[in-house]
Nanobody
Framework: QEQLVESGGGLVQPGGSLRLSCAAS??????????IAWFRQAPGKEREGVAF?????????YYADSVKGRFTISRDNAKNTVYLQMNSLKPEDTAVYYC?????????????????WGQGTQVTVSA
């Protein structure tokens, strides 16, 4: 059974950094064949995509304006793990963060293109 399991969330002060991990297991193909993304959902708000990475064959990225220059999505194919490095964190980055995988090898940035989801990890940015 395909699974995505996030880790690395927690409480951090404004201006701090966190690195989220998303470990994949049970997929028919290595994770580098899939498009991957990080979404987040803050209390009372809709889920939004923040970082996207196409399959290794294309290797393109896309970031939401709100995180551009601060967040970096990456993939370690040997470990079948996806990362989200988050720097210069702000209180408005507080949310539950989800990783997701898409069967589309090209870069896709809409939620409905992703059919595998992790359970989420809480990130809280507060002094």
């Amino acid at each position: 059974q395909e699974q995505l399991v996030e880790s690395g969330g927690g409480l951090v002060q404004p201006g701090g950094s966190l690195r989220l991990s998303c470990a994949a297991s049970g997929f028919s193909f290595s994770l580098d064949y899939y498009g991957i993304a990080w979404f987040r959902q803050a209390p009372g708000k809709e889920r939004e995509g923040v970082a996207f990475l196409s399959s290794s064959s294309e290797n393109k990225t896309y970031y939401a304006d709100s995180v551009k220059g601060r967040f970096t999505i990456s993939r370690d194919n040997a470990k079948n793990t996806v990362y989200l490095q988050m720097n210069s964190l702000k209180p408005e980055d507080t949310a539950v963060y989800y990783c997701a995988a898409s069967p589309y090898t090209i870069l896709v940035i809409t939620e409905d293109m992703y059919d595998h989801w992790g359970q989420g990890t809480q990130v809280t940015v507060s002094a």
